[in-house]
């Protein structure tokens, strides 16, 4: 393990280091938790700057966010426990950089909480509906083009499509003829996809903060009470649609199956979940949402399903240049489950919104 003694010494943190522990949970950063003599831990992360470029700016983004959402909850006996609380260097600022300049953070631990891979029932998915309408209301009122834009064209479903049109066009790794049939699907959905990128870009929805990245294991939830206490793993927080984030919500908590299951069998959308969700996310988010983002809601699951779909066979068809695989067909079998819950979603879409009316 590398010697981050002399980073973790860089933060203003009083009393002695008693320990220190590498996380392997994430995949982009590293990440270490610190144990000090007063019984205080902390988070300690290097931003990956192959992933984030400009790293800075990440940070910049947090420290707005946090700050803010840390006002609209301290009037509450477990404000620690709501949101990430940075720690500054002792020069001041808001990250430190280590004598390879790489960017360094640390934030207090957040204790007595668990940590989901997946929703386990209704009640669950409820709860992390709740959550993610919980930290939306809190930014609600913040000016989204204050943040800058950490990734560009993350979500743009236009820029995906390009993407993959140009590898197809291209067949670098010359394995077109084995996915026909999920090219041909995904052309033929491409105007139907792109709903929340024409909702946004001609403003029939507000340019809201955006985490970008809400699956349920960046949720903190209490380990006795099961409330969604708090939202982490904010690299990707900037400006875009409200809906990118209940859609990734709802990719990932309605599936049945890992988003790399070979056996399509398995893979379907549970609709019961996907209505728990949203009805959780309403009860805290609907206060604020237009009327437009509301009748996208349920839209939203399936589009942000179909741009995995297409990020994953673009990568597959470029040679898997992008994500980490673990055998050569699994970018392939990623876009397929994804490729299978969009149609799953559709057989079911007459009951969903009927349960949501």
Request: net charge negative; with cysteine; aromatic share 8%.
């Amino acid at each position: 393990m590398q010697d981050i003694h002399p980073v973790i010494n860089s933060f203003a943190i009083e009393g002695e280091l008693l320990s220190v522990k590498a996380n392997k949970s994430g995949h982009i950063n590293s990440t270490y938790i610190a144990t000090f003599s007063d019984g205080q831990k902390y988070t300690i992360q290097r931003v990956n700057r192959a992933v984030f470029p400009k790293p800075q700016a990440v940070m910049q983004n947090i420290h707005l966010i946090t700050s803010h959402i840390q006002q609209k909850v301290a009037h509450l006996p477990d404000t620690n426990r709501r949101c990430l609380s940075l720690v500054p260097s002792k020069t001041g600022e808001h990250f430190s950089l280590d004598n390879d300049g790489e960017l360094w953070r640390a934030y207090r631990y957040i204790d007595e909480v668990d940590v989901f891979p997946f929703l386990e029932d209704a009640e669950l998915a409820y709860r992390f509906g709740e959550a993610v309408g919980t930290f939306q209301a809190y930014l609600a009122d913040f000016p989204a083009a204050k943040l800058s834009t950490t990734i560009e064209k993350f979500h743009h479903m236009g820029h995906r499509y390009s993407q993959l049109k140009d590898a197809i066009h291209h067949n670098l790794s010359n394995r077109l003829s084995n996915v026909e049939a999920e090219v041909s699907y995904l052309l033929t959905e491409e105007k139907r996809g792109m709903v929340l990128t024409n909702a946004l870009e001609s403003g029939a929805v507000p340019l809201r903060v955006t985490h970008n990245d809400t699956k349920i294991s960046n949720i903190l939830f209490d380990k006795h009470t099961k409330e969604g206490l708090c939202m982490i793993d904010l690299d990707t927080v900037m400006g875009g649609t409200i809906l990118f984030d209940t859609g990734d919500m709802l990719r990932t908590g309605c599936i049945t199956a890992s988003e790399d299951e070979q056996d399509l069998k398995k893979v379907h959308c549970d609709a019961a979940l996907f209505t728990a969700m949203l009805e959780g996310y309403s009860a805290k988010a609907g206060s604020f949402l237009t009327e437009t983002e509301t009748l996208l809601l349920a839209e939203s699951g399936r589009a942000t399903t179909q741009i995995m779909a297409v990020r994953f066979l673009t990568d597959y068809l470029n040679g898997d240049v992008y994500y980490h695989i673990e055998h050569p067909t699994h970018n392939l079998d990623r876009a397929r489950t994804q490729i299978t819950l969009m149609q799953d979603m559709d057989r079911k879409w007459e009951g969903i919104m009927k349960a949501l009316s």
